[in-house]
């Protein structure tokens, strides 16, 4: 079973700062992996997809990487503004559906 | 259509009542989902439609729930004998072909509350 582990659950940082979002999960076996936003009360926005393939890609102030072999995938988020302000959730394919951290919730202040 | 669409957006009801919520997905995508959503937790897989079949319902948390998809776009999930541990926000999502080769995309939920 593929379990998905987001930490920290939780950040806060001020205005500017560059902030890493990490994602891990226990079966390395995966096609691809994708970064999502979620705003309050809103739905999930897709931010980026890595293929298994990929070691990176960039969207933006957006970068996330991907390492199969060690169960990790980042995300680096270049100059914080408040607007980044939301839960950051990855997912990753397993058995034909996608299983899901718990995501962190990023603060930033003005 | 331009997103995937979800209906409706609230919906309160009391307990034992029957609910329907409804996904219309992005044209053309073969591959819909559903999730369920509580505060503070990631999206728990319900289940998985590759065109008309449901290809994987393993996620549905018992036989009060369950979900058809007819003519392989627009899917209902269905919720009888609603009970409180029932209200989450609902998600559907679709993609291209299957979560594999393509990205997912969400609606915005249907958020339950039973009462």
């Known amino acids: 079973k593929q379990e998905v582990t987001q930490i920290p659950a939780a950040l806060s940082v001020p205005e500017g700062e560059n902030l890493v979002l990490n994602c891990s999960f226990t079966?390395?076996?995966?096609?691809?992996l994708q970064w999502f936003r979620q705003d309050p009360g809103k739905g999930l926005t897709s931010l980026l997809l890595?293929?298994?393939?990929?070691r990176e890609q960039t969207s933006g102030r957006l970068n996330a990487s991907l390492d199969k072999s060690s169960g990790r995938s980042t995300l680096y988020i270049a100059a914080s503004q408040p607007g980044d302000s939301a839960t950051y959730l990855c997912a990753v394919p397993h058995a034909g559906k996608s299983t899901f951290g718990d995501g962190t919730t990023l603060t930033v202040k003005p | 259509g331009a997103g995937v669409s979800q209906t409706p957006s609230n919906k309160v009801t009391e307990k034992g009542k029957y609910v329907e919520l409804r996904c219309d997905p992005i044209s053309g995508h073969t591959a819909l989902y559903w999730y369920r959503q509580s505060l503070g937790q990631g999206p728990e897989f319900l289940i998985y439609f590759q065109g008309t079949g449901a290809a994987d319902d393993s996620g549905l948390p018992n036989d009060r729930f369950f979900a058809v998809r007819p003519e392989g776009s627009v899917s209902t999930l269905k919720i009888q004998r609603t009970e409180r541990g029932d209200s989450a926000v609902y998600l559907c999502?679709?993609?291209?072909?299957?979560?594999?080769?393509?990205?997912?995309?969400f609606g915005e939920g249907s958020r339950l509350t039973v009462l």
């Open positions: 999502a679709s993609s291209l072909e299957n979560v594999i080769t393509g990205e997912l995309f």
């Open positions: 079966d390395s076996a995966i096609y691809n």
């Open positions: 890595i293929q298994s393939s990929q």
